[in-house]
C-alpha cells in the first residue's frame, strides 16, 4: 500500500464528466489499497475568465481580493469531485487551502509555500477517506486567502506530497508525458522517459510550462518523484526523478520557448560607474524581474543596454526607463514585446563543447537573427523575433538529434 498524490490539470476536471472521469482514476488508486489525496485545479479557462471580470469591475484589482475571487475556481471543482465520490458510496472530504493548512507568505498572486499541517489530511486517510484539496491557494498567517502563481496547483500537489512523505506525486495533464518540446507547436517532439530535477527546472524556468517552476523545486528537495501523465490515457508518463537515476543523458535533452518576456534598450548611456545600477534599482524597487542583460561598449564612451522583463509588466518598464533616460543623459529608450526566448537544455552539455555554435549555424541557416545570448552550465538562449518561435523550435529539434524515429 502506497501514499499517492494525485493532481489534475484545468483540462483534466474542464466539466462535470471529465470531473467523473477523474473520480474514476481516483477510485482505481483507492481500491487497490493505497491512501489517495487529490489536488485540483479550475476547470479549464476559469481562472482566466475570473481575471476577466475583475478587470472589468475595476482597473485595478485589489490584489487581496483577487485571490479570493481566483479561488474559487478550485473550490468548485474540489467540492464536484468530492460529492461525486460520495454519491458513489465512497468517503471523501474537500479541503481548501486554509483546512489543509497550506500556509503561505502574504505576496497575493504569487504566494510561497511556508509549510503545510497534516494532522487534517493524515486523519481523514486514517479513516479510508479520500480527501481531496483544492490546489494553486493557501493562507498566509492573517488568515486571508493567497494563490501561488500560475500553474500553481503542480506546487499545491508537490508540497502537500512532500509534507505528507508520499511515495509518488501524479500530475496528470492534457499531454502524455514531458516532451523534448512543447508537442504542441513540435510535432516531431518525443516523449522523455525520465528527467532530472535540474534539467525539468531549467525547462520550466525556460518556458516549458507542463509544470510549475516551484513544483519542481519542492520536488528536488524533499526528492520526490514525480510521474507526468496523461488524464485521458492508462499510459506511462515522465518520470521526473534525481540526476544519477537518469539512465540517458544526452547533451541537449529538450528544446524550449517563451513568449513571456519583451525587451528594452537604451542607448548611448554614458559609460561611467553606477549607472547600471541607476538603470536597475528602480525597476526592482517596481517589484519586475529583469532576467538577461546585455551591455555592448561603444568606442565612444557610450554604451548601449539591452534586458528583458516579462511582458506583463513591458509597459511600465518602459515608463520607468524613459525616466532614468533622461536622468543619466542616455540618447534613446525603445522596446519590442515581440520576441521570443528559445533555448536548448542538457546536463550532457557540462562536458561537451560545440553546442552553441549547432544553435547559432542552425539559426543562421534559416535567417533567423538572433537579437540576444545567454548561457549557463546546461543550457543556451537565444532570444529571436517572436514571428520565428516555431521555425526555431522544430530546426533546433532537428539538429540535435532530437526528432522522434517514425
Ligand atoms: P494543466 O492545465 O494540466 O496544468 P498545462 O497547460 O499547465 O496543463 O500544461 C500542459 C501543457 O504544457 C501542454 O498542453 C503543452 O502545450 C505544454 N508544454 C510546454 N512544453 C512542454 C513539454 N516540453 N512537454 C510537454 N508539454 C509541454
Ligand atoms: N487555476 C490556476 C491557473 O490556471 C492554477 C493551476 O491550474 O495550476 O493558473
Ligand atoms: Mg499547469
Do not use: W
Not at 518540446?181 to 532530472?196: F, G, H, L, Q, Y
Not at 519542481?216 to 492508462?234: Q, T
Not at 543619466?328 to 529608450?333: K, L, M, R, S, Y
Amino acid at each position: 500500500m502506497a501514499l499517492i498524490v494525485q493532481k489534475f490539470g484545468g483540462t483534466s476536471v474542464a466539466d462535470n464528466q471529465r470531473i467523473r472521469n477523474v473520480a474514476n482514476r481516483v477510485l482505481k488508486a483507492h481500491d487497490q489499497g493505497n491512501d489517495v489525496v487529490v489536488i485540483l485545479s479550475a476547470m479549464a479557462g476559469i481562472t482566466d475568465r475570473l481575471i476577466g471580470l475583475a478587470n472589468e469591475a475595476t482597473k485595478t484589482p485589489d490584489p487581496r481580493e483577487l485571490d479570493v475571487l481566483l479561488a474559487t475556481g478550485e473550490q468548485t471543482t474540489a467540492a464536484l469531485l468530492a460529492m461525486m465520490l460520495k454519491d458513489m458510496g465512497y468517503k471523501a472530504q474537500s479541503l481548501l487551502g486554509h483546512q489543509a493548512e497550506v500556509v503561505t507568505d502574504c505576496e497575493y498572486g504569487n504566494a510561497r509555500i511556508l509549510e503545510i499541517g497534516t494532522d487534517r489530511i493524515k486523519r481523514l486517510l486514517a479513516d479510508r477517506s479520500i480527501v481531496v484539496v483544492a490546489g494553486f491557494q493557501g493562507v498566509d498567517i492573517k488568515g486571508n486567502i493567497t494563490t501561488l502563481g500560475r500553474g500553481g496547483s503542480d506546487t499545491s500537489a508537490v508540497a502537500i506530497a512532500a509534507a505528507l512523505n508520499a511515495d509518488v506525486c501524479e500530475i496528470y495533464t492534457d499531454v502524455d508525458g514531458i516532451y523534448t518540446a512543447d508537442p504542441n507547436i513540435c510535432p516531431r517532439a518525443r516523449k522523455i522517459k525520465e528527467i532530472s530535477y535540474d534539467e525539468m527546472l531549467n525547462m520550466a524556468s525556460l518556458g516549458a510550462k507542463v509544470l510549475q517552476i516551484r513544483s519542481v523545486g519542492f520536488a528536488k528537495k524533499y526528492n520526490i518523484p514525480v510521474h507526468v501523465r496523461s488524464s485521458f490515457s492508462e499510459e506511462e508518463g515522465t518520470m521526473v526523478v534525481q540526476e544519477d537515476s537518469v539512465m540517458e543523458q544526452l547533451v541537449v535533452s529538450g528544446v524550449t520557448h517563451n513568449l513571456d518576456e519583451a525587451r528594452i534598450t537604451l542607448k548611448k548611456v554614458p559609460d561611467q560607474p553606477g549607472i547600471a545600477a541607476k538603470i536597475f534599482s528602480p525597476i526592482s524597487e517596481a517589484g519586475i524581474l529583469v532576467d538577461m542583460i546585455i551591455q555592448n561598449t561603444r568606442a565612444t564612451g557610450q554604451t548601449d543596454l539591452t534586458f528583458t522583463v516579462p511582458k506583463a509588466d513591458y509597459k511600465r518598464a518602459m515608463e520607468i526607463q524613459r525616466q532614468v533616460a533622461e536622468k543619466i543623459g542616455a540618447e534613446d529608450v525603445f522596446g519590442d514585446p515581440s520576441i521570443a526566448k528559445v533555448s536548448v537544455i542538457g546536463v550532457g552539455m557540462k562536458n561537451h563543447s560545440g553546442v552553441a555554435s549547432v544553435m547559432f549555424n542552425t539559426l543562421a541557416r534559416e535567417n533567423i537573427n538572433i537579437i540576444m545570448i545567454s548561457t549557463s552550465e546546461i543550457r543556451i538562449s537565444c532570444v529571436i523575433e517572436e514571428k520565428y518561435t516555431e521555425l526555431a523550435v522544430r530546426v533546433l529539434h532537428t539538429a540535435f538529434g532530437l526528432d522522434r524515429e517514425d
